[in-house]
């Protein structure tokens, strides 16, 4: 299998000097089986320099998982170039929404109204299909196989393990470790507390034992009292994960927009510096705009 | 009762969609939402209260949607699995539908039904906490305390008339709510209940524990014996009731597995104002 990063920016697009070497990009991950099969984590705005390459392979069959409908993880979709080109075929995975109760045909129809975006869904000329993503439901892509698992954010967030060939790779989107919502002394503290550490050994067995996990470390542990709810994870959080699981490598993404390369490459280190252990057991990297690994 | 139950399962499940929930919690659950910094625990507690916006959050979190590795039966579990600001959204959106109105073509209090169905599913949940064998989350019991007579209040809202009717026959002749139901509607309000929680995928064990409420209660099984216990002291307490007034005795059996009658387990449960105290407060109506 091999993983390209297209997009390793949270939020919003972050171009200039100061995110030259990482990428201004927001989420976008190509993952290609061994036999070529195409599969697309997230359509934020890295979606697009991966469609121009996508042009001289006519015609593309596409499946492009999405871990939550949040902007920076759909707003590249419309500019998807295969979208609009007859004999492609698009299959674009997504949670179920249970306030609008409707599934990832929203992402589209809602991004392509005419006050938005000059070509309206009815004009897209490809095959597009969508498909709901259950959780603990692995669908088969071809040689690959997609297990979606529920994480948490402030909307529906799913992360995907793909397993192609004995290889598998998991991308979080976006998560933020559960947190206890009751204090110590409230009845409801060690319930709640049961229930998480539940959903967390889940979440840690979802990922045991991949060669490669892309995880949402957009905070330093400093950061995130301020940003505690808003969804994303530590560079420490992320260490932990990977280490409780076992996995490979672990690549660290989403990063704020407003951090610069060298911050980054500073804030990065600090983190590695407070798990010796973890850095002498696993590749930790940060994730950067056009790096590719094969696996 | 001429539909068949699947078409009637059907109506009344199309219905609830739209019932609007009480009108405290939507009151509150619109405060709590313009305030940035509320307290998660609070916004649980708004909806664990209200029978309307459980039914509804557990409806959609059950449904084939979301294969989660077992059923859902709590708030906190709705939270712990989808997130605190999607379960917020959610009861945003139960609380867009307007409240519940305090009066009803049938004539049923809502306002005493929530205290009953708030009182029971307190005591039973103590309940459980006593006397319970480890077998059963006591949560369970909460929540079958709160939902078991959601019937009447689907009754009330969507057929009235012949609820009225059923309501009106029970006190004339003092015979219990569900006989009556059955004589004028043909179905009662714990089959009602049941098809519904059966129809949206809650968990088996609810579904029989909401059916048989009103059926010969086996004291091996804590959920059912729970609840029947503590519907009957919400009621001989005069705690609250939901239009049927009579109290049923403990059998032989229950009065073996609690270890004394209603008025031994009533005492070994000690101090209830607090219980009776914390459902009042979310019984009083919203300030229009």
Redesign the interface.
Known sequence: MKVKFWGVRGSIPSPGPKTVRYGGNTTCIEVRTDNNELIILDGGTGIFPLSQTLLKELPVTAHIFNTHSHWDHIQGLPFFIPIFIPGNQITLHGS?D??SGEGPERIMAVQMQYSYFPVREAEMKSRIEYL?S????PVDVGSATITPV?L??????LGYRIDCNGKSVFFTGDHEP?TN??DPE?E?FA??QS??EE?RR?IVEAIRGVDVLIADSAYTVEEYPAKK?W?HGTFDSCIELAQAAGAKILYCTHHEPTRSDDDLEKVFAEALARHPEAAGNMDIRLAREGEEVVI | MTETSAELTKKLSAAVEKMPAFPKSVQRILELARDMNC???EL?MVIEKDPVMTMKLLR??NS??????KQITSV??S????????IK??AL?FAAMGVLPQQNAAGFDIQRYLMHSLTTASLARMLCQKFGKGDIDP?DCYIAGLLHDFGKVVFAQFMPAEFKEALALSSEQATSLHVAEKKIIGADHSLVGAMLVEKWQFPESLTDTIRNHHSEISPDNTLQSCLFVADQISKKLSMGDSGNLLVEELSPALVARFGGDMDDVIARLGDLSKVVEEARTFTKGAEA
């Open positions: 179920f249970p306030i709901v259950m959780p603990n439901e529920l948490n954010h402030p909307v529906v967030n559960h919502i009751y409230d409801g319930e709640y229930l998480i959903q889940s709810g969804g | 307290q998660p625990k649980v959609i979190l084939a949607y979301y294969s989660f590795p906190n579990q939270v712990v699995y989808l997130g605190l600001n999607t959204n959610m959106s949560t």
